[in-house]
């Protein structure tokens, strides 16, 4: 299939973004990485009228660049998959405990190495599959997008309020997503993924990511998300009050994984029934917060 017609531009700055946005509204469609718009514009899923490549502007610190500040994590919208896969690429040393070993391991998770080599990381974000392990991560981590118009002050979204449903978030039209901001996780943490999809490189049926604090061997904090049980990725908070307060062993990860089961009313596909992803959902969280690393695709 071809797409339908539509005018194409490439700005030079972020300032023509906006501005080229802000002068097409919801006519408009941003191409980043192309590895989903394309697709769709192709099945005539999507049929902007005007597109506006990212792609094309001079690089660009806040969009480009990966840096911590203060705790706090920040990944330019336009950094590609593969650049995680191989994270920290220039000497993050505060970024690189648990958190860079989720980014490292999760990036190998997403999609097959072409897809990788284009797709950028706030092309994920934006395009709000409910089962990208990017937008997982997020809802998990509870990260903030930071977000750019010509029309109005930057704008600094929780995920939990820009994550809205299959495929929708909060971006309004003229706006660009510019970075996504993730806390550092210390040495205390321990994170965890799981992910069942039927061939490798396909999206998820369920998966789950945790992340756990652990101070004198209890768990004082915990983060429990899952991806393909819901419009959005959700997090699990029953599984995470399961977990908090209690000793990580194999039982407490088995009741985290009952309570996520309980939590959870995915409706079914062809990929598998509501209870089927209902009872998946239980044993992703369980393997995830069991696992000793987080695994690699076969
Ligand atoms: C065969 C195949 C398998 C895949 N498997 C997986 C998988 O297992 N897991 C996974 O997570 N993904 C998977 N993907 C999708 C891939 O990760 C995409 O790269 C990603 O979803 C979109 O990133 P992109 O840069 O290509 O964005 P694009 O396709 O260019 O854009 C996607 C959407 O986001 C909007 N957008 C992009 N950037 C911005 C921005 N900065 N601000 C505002 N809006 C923006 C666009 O307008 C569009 O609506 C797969 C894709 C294919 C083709």
């Given amino acids: 299939m071809k797409p339908a017609q539509f005018s194409y531009i490439a700005p030079e700055t972020v300032e023509e973004v906006l501005a080229a946005l802000a002068e097409h509204g919801d006519e408009a469609k941003v191409l980043a990485g192309g590895q989903s718009l394309v697709p769709m514009m192709n099945f005539r899923l999507a049929r902007p009228s005007v597109i506006v490549d990212i792609g094309r502007l001079a690089a660009d610190e806040s969009l480009d660049g990966i840096s911590v500040d203060e705790g706090t994590l920040r990944i330019g919208a336009r950094v590609r998959h593969r650049q995680l896969e191989h994270f920290p690429a220039n000497g993050l040393g505060p ?59 930057m704008r600094i979204v929780a995920a939990e309020d820009f994550f809205e449903t299959v495929f929708t978030t909060s971006l309004e039209p003229e706006e660009l997503l510019t970075e996504v901001r993730l806390p550092v996780l210390g040495p205390d943490w321990r994170v965890g993924f799981c992910e069942f999809a039927r061939r490798a490189g396909d999206f998820a049926v369920v998966a789950a990511l945790t992340a756990l604090r652990i101070e004198d061997g209890s768990i004082v904090e915990a983060r429990v998300g899952a991806g393909g049980v819901a419009g959005t990725p959700v997090r699990l908070r029953a599984a995470e009050a399961a977990l908090v307060g209690a000793i990580p062993t194999p039982a407490v990860f088995h009741e985290a994984g009952l309570a996520a089961t309980g939590e959870v009313d995915p409706s079914g596909d062809i990929h598998g029934s509501a209870g089927y992803r209902r009872d998946l959902t239980g044993v992703m969280v369980r393997r995830a917060l069991g696992a000793e690393s987080i695994p690699t695709p076969v």
Avoid at 113 to 140: K, N, Y
Avoid at 141 to 146: N, P, T
């Fill in 95 to 153: 970024a690189d405990g648990p958190l860079g070993s989720l980014l490292r391991g999760l990036a190998r998770w997403v999609g097959h190495l072409p897809i990788r080599v284009r797709g950028t990381f706030g092309g994920s974000i934006a395009h709000a599959d409910p089962a990208a392990e990017w937008c997982i991560m997020a809802q998990t981590l509870g990260a903030e997008m930071v977000v750019r118009s010509s029309t109005r002050p």
